[in-house]
């Protein structure tokens, strides 16, 4: 029992470097590592806690991934995609509030933190890891593909799929509204740091949607995980 369980997790659990995209995972993981190591320092930067918590979920959407990819079996891929989940859904909420404390410089309203931070991902996440008994999120029709160079994943994407694509979605726009809100207000000293925050937002969504809409990967590895 205990080698059969050994086995499933060595089947499940492993990191595969020498793919492309897995590499870059990685090479993107050390990045915001260094990131996260950086904002415990900053004591004084305003909204530094969620900066801090949105560097986490990067790690842990890129770390889920990297691992994702390098797996070969069909429920290994599926149960990471869904794992993925937890940086996806709690990711643009930490941004948002990151970009809403550090550009008007007061607290998110402790109410939006319950919802955006506590009652709404718990929800979804009840949702996400139950996919098995609903098949909400990936349908029947999700399965390995072998194209005779590479095998992938199809995911068949259920009504909860859209859903939760939708809510981010609308966390992100206003995201972008608060960035572009604080870059037109920002003096020309500071101005151009806030148009790296507003590209910083913007374009992990236009890679997005033309993945999600037009299944275009290239422009960003982190799209395997939806």
Not at 14 to 33: E, H, K, N, W, Y
Not at 66 to 74: A, F, M, Y
Not at 203 to 218: H, S
Request: proline share 4%.
């Amino acid at each position: 029992m205990k080698s059969n369980f050994l086995n499933a997790l060595s089947e499940c659990v492993r990191i595969d470097a020498g793919v492309p995209a897995v590499q870059m995972a990685i090479a993107t993981f050390l990045v915001v590592s260094v990131l996260a190591f950086w904002s415990r320092t900053q004591i004084s930067l305003p909204g530094r806690r969620w900066f801090t918590y949105s560097t986490l979920a990067m790690l842990w959407w890129l770390a889920t991934v990297g691992i994702e990819l390098s797996v070969s079996t069909l429920p290994c891929t599926v149960s990471w995609a869904q794992i993925a989940w937890v940086g996806i859904i709690f990711l643009p909420t930490f941004w948002c509030f990151f970009l809403y404390e550090y550009a008007f410089s007061k607290k998110v309203p402790p109410g939006l933190v319950w919802i955006g931070a506590a009652f709404l991902p718990s929800a979804f996440l009840a949702l996400v890891m139950t996919n098995t008994f609903h098949g909400q999120l990936y349908g029947s029709d999700t399965r390995l593909i072998n194209d005779g160079i590479k095998s992938y994943t199809f995911f068949d994407h259920g009504r909860l799929f859209f859903v939760l694509i939708s809510y981010l979605y609308l966390i992100i726009v206003g995201t972008c509204v608060v960035a572009g809100g604080a870059l037109l207000k920002a003096s020309p000293a500071v101005r151009s740091f806030f148009v790296k925050l507003f590209l910083t937002t913007i374009i992990p969504v236009t890679a997005n949607i033309l993945y999600v809409f037009y299944g275009v990967t290239r422009l960003c590895c982190t799209n395997r995980a939806l």
